[in-house]
């Protein structure tokens, strides 16, 4: 059964970096996408980047234009952790952070298909 758990988040000032982690149990095969999402108050969830963890696309990421050049979706070789290393936050990037798996590689992915969701962890950017 596939089991995510996110950790990391916290409070920072803009301009300051954070690392969110997600550990993922489960058989590989059973979670070949993986990705990081946010819902901001009063605001529907939202992508912020994928990764393929296995196959022949493994390494392959896409990011939210918000995000692109500031943030980095990575994987270790064992594919258990993933990462979300955050750089130059700004206030909008606040919001609650979610991990999540998905039980095909990511290409064409609609948000609705991650099957597997995290608990959360909490990121405040303050001005």
């Known amino acids: 059964r596939v089991q995510v758990v996110e950790s990391g988040g916290g409070s920072v000032q803009a301009g300051g970096s954070l690392t969110l982690s997600c550990v993922a149990s489960?058989?590989?095969?059973?979670?070949?996408?993986m990705g990081w999402f946010r819902q901001a108050p009063r605001k529907e969830r939202e992508v912020v980047a994928s990764i393929d963890t296995y196959g022949r696309t493994y390494g392959l990421t896409s990011y939210a234009d918000s995000v692109k050049g500031r943030f980095t979706i990575s994987t270790t070789d064992s594919q258990n952790t993933l990462f979300l290393q955050m750089n130059n936050l700004k206030p909008e990037d606040t919001g609650m952070y979610y991990c999540a798996a998905r039980g095909a590689y990511c290409s064409g992915y609609l948000m609705s298909d991650f099957a597997y969701w995290g608990q959360g962890t909490q990121v405040t950017v303050s001005s």
């Open positions: 489960g058989y590989i095969y059973d979670r070949p996408c």
